[in-house]
């Protein structure tokens, strides 16, 4: 029986942001930090919703500035869990476990792409690279959701 993978702590903003990831971040550390949670989200790792810093945040937190406790943050959070929630027919308030997140991204990028789940980008820095990764079909995302077999 395979070990069970730890829930990976998110802030509802963030399952947005997995979604257009491509590499791009604020700092080495924080690209490498994410990388690692993408890969555990490609392995199937189940997410804990939290309210406010989650392991995204992490290596930002000791910086000058970080945004990851503002009130424009935490309304993000709160616009993206009610429009996933209705993606992921699940209320996602804090303490929530997503088990199979990585098997819901492809109906999650097609609902981002169809701007049902847009309305938390409101004013991101990183709403332009976002346009740009669903115009070119999530081209080089780093979430890849497994093949499934053909039969």
């Known amino acids: 029986m395979p070990a069970t993978l730890p829930a990976i702590p998110m802030r509802p903003h963030h399952?947005?942001?997995s979604l257009t990831y491509c590499g791009k971040g604020y700092s080495a550390d924080f690209v490498a930090g994410y990388d690692q949670v993408i890969e555990s989200l490609a392995a199937g790792a189940p997410v804990r919703i939290v309210?406010?810093?989650?392991?995204i945040c992490a290596p930002?937190?000791?910086?000058?500035?970080?945004?990851?406790?503002?009130?424009?943050?935490?309304?993000?959070?709160?616009q993206a869990a009610a429009d996933l929630?209705?993606?992921l027919d699940s209320n996602?308030?804090?303490g929530t476990e997503i088990a199979g997140l990585i098997a819901w991204v492809p109906a999650l990028r097609a609902a981002f792409a169809g701007g049902?789940?847009?309305?938390?980008?409101s004013g991101c820095a990183w709403h332009d690279l976002c346009d740009h990764v669903v115009q070119t079909g999530?081209?080089?995302?780093?979430l890849?959701?497994?093949r499934t077999s053909v039969s």
């Open 15 to 17: 399952l947005l942001c």
């Open 116 to 121: 049902m789940l847009r309305k938390a980008c």
């Open 138 to 142: 999530f081209a080089g995302t780093r």
């Open 92 to 94: 996602l308030k804090p």
């Open 60 to 78: 930002r937190l000791g910086e000058p500035g970080c945004h990851c406790h503002e009130a424009r943050i935490a309304w993000r959070d709160r």
């Open 144 to 146: 890849v959701p497994p």
């Open 51 to 55: 309210e406010g810093p989650d392991a």
């Open 85 to 87: 929630a209705l993606c």
